[in-house]
C-alpha cells in the first residue's frame, strides 16, 4: 500500500515539474531584432525606456480568461565587433521570462558601425530560437533599423514568407522617414511576413512627466521586493540583480523604476519561479517537499512543512495586497498624465510601435486588451 502511494505521489509530482506551461495558449512570444550599428544609439535608448511599457502593455491582455505570460527575445545585428562570418549578428536571448535579466542585457547594448543584413537576422530568429509549437499562441518579430532591407547574402523574401507560413508576425520598423523605408524595402518585407510596416522618429525622447504617485509607487515597490525570498544556488545572483535592475531604472530617467515597478506588479507577466520561494510555491505545489532543506531561506530552515506553507501563504498574501497597491497608483498616474498632457505628436517611438500593433495582432490571436 505505502509502495502504491509513493508511486502515485511521485507520478503526481513529475506531472507538476513536466506538465506546467507546455503549450499554453496564452502565451506571447516577442522577438526584438535591433540595429546597434553607430547611428542607432537613439533606438537602443527607446528600446531601454520603454521596455516596462511594452510589459505593462502584454499584462493586460488575456485569452479565454486567463491571463497573459510574456516571453522575449533578443538579437543585435549590424555591430563590426561581431563575427563576420555570422553576419555581425549576436543572440543575446532565447525566449525567456525573466525580465530582470531582460533588463540586464537590454542596458548593457551599445552601438557600434558595421553592415546590416535584416534577412540574415530573421532567417536566424527563425531558425535558433524556440518557438513554441502551438499555433493559437502570438508570435511575433519585431526588427528596427535604417539601412536597405535588402542587404547582405541572405535574401529576406525568404525568411519573411517562411515565418508568415510558421504563423509568426513579421513586423518592420524603420527608423527614419516612411518614403525611404518604403523604397528600400521595409514595407515589402513587412508584407511578406504578413505583419505591419512602421516608421519611427528613432531619436525622439519622450517628455519624462512625473506625476504625484511616483514615490508611492516607489515605496510600494521596495516593500514588494521584500516579499521575493531567493532559494538555491542561483537565488543570491538574482536577487542581487533584481535589486541592480531598479537601480538602474532609477538612474536612467525620473520615471524610468516607477514603470519597472508598475510592471513587477503583474504576475502574470513578472515571474520569477526559478529563484523565488512564492513564485516557485504557485507554479508547483509539490515545491517545497522536492526541495533540498539546505536550498531554502533561512526563514524557512528547521520549520515543519506546514509552518513553511503558512509563513510562504503569508508572503504570498502581501505581495497580492502591494501589488494591487500599486496597480491601483499606476492607474492614477496614468489618468494623471491623460490630464496633463498637451501636445499630440503624431511622431512614433520604438514602444509606441510595438504597443499599436501588439494589440491589433494579439486580438487576431483571440487575446483581450482590459483598460487601465
Known amino acids: 500500500m505505502k509502495s502504491k502511494f509513493l508511486t502515485l505521489i511521485l507520478t503526481l509530482c513529475l506531472s507538476q515539474t513536466f506538465g506546467q506551461n507546455t503549450n499554453k495558449n496564452n502565451v506571447v512570444q516577442l522577438a526584438l531584432l535591433l540595429d546597434v550599428s553607430s547611428s542607432m544609439d537613439g533606438l ?8 516596462w511599457n511594452i510589459v505593462i502593455e502584454v499584462s493586460k491582455a488575456s485569452k479565454n480568461g486567463q491571463a ?6 533578443l538579437f543585435e545585428y549590424g555591430r563590426s565587433t561581431n563575427d563576420r562570418n555570422k553576419g555581425y549578428i549576436k543572440k543575446h536571448l532565447d525566449y525567456t521570462n525573466n525580465l530582470d535579466t531582460i533588463s540586464k542585457v537590454l542596458f548593457s547594448l551599445t552601438t557600434n558601425g558595421g553592415d546590416e543584413y535584416c534577412g540574415m537576422v530573421i532567417d536566424d530568429a527563425l531558425k535558433q530560437l524556440q518557438w513554441r509549437e ?11 533599423g535604417n539601412e536597405p532591407f535588402n542587404q547582405g547574402t541572405v535574401n529576406y523574401s525568404g525568411p519573411c514568407q517562411q515565418g508568415a507560413e510558421k504563423g509568426i508576425f513579421i513586423n518592420t520598423i524603420h527608423c527614419g522617414d516612411s518614403l525611404t523605408g518604403v ?3 521595409w514595407k515589402h518585407g513587412a508584407e511578406l511576413g504578413k505583419g505591419e510596416y512602421f516608421f519611427i522618429n528613432s531619436n525622439l525622447v519622450k517628455t519624462d512627466i512625473a506625476t504625484p504617485y511616483d514615490s508611492l509607487i516607489n515605496i510600494y515597490g521596495d516593500s514588494l521586493n521584500n516579499t521575493y525570498w531567493n532559494y538555491g544556488s542561483y537565488g543570491t545572483t538574482a536577487k542581487a540583480m ?18 519597472r515597478q508598475i510592471a513587477k506588479s503583474k504576475g502574470n507577466v513578472y515571474k520569477n519561479d526559478k529563484w523565488d520561494v512564492v513564485d516557485a510555491n504557485l507554479s508547483d505545489s509539490f515545491w517545497l517537499m522536492k526541495t533540498d532543506e539546505k536550498a531554502l531561506p533561512v526563514y524557512l530552515q528547521g520549520k515543519s512543512l506546514t509552518e513553511k506553507k503558512l509563513i510562504i501563504d503569508s508572503l504570498s498574501k502581501e505581495r497580492v495586497r502591494l501589488s494591487n497597491t500599486i496597480g491601483e497608483l499606476g492607474k492614477k498616474r496614468d489618468e494623471y498624465i491623460k490630464t496633463n498632457t498637451t501636445t499630440d505628436s503624431k511622431e512614433k517611438t520604438l514602444g509606441d510601435a510595438l504597443i499599436e500593433v501588439i494589440r491589433r495582432q494579439a486580438g487576431k490571436k483571440g487575446f483581450v486588451f482590459k483598460e487601465g
Open 44 to 51: 537602443i535608448n527607446q528600446a531601454k525606456s520603454e521596455l
Open 68 to 73: 497573459s505570460s510574456l516571453e522575449i527575445a
Open 134 to 144: 502551438n499555433d493559437s499562441i502570438y508570435k511575433v518579430i519585431f526588427i528596427a
Open 183 to 185: 523604397r528600400t524595402f
Open 242 to 259: 533584481q535589486l541592480e535592475e531598479d537601480t538602474k531604472a532609477k538612474s536612467y530617467s525620473k520615471t524610468g523604476n516607477v514603470k
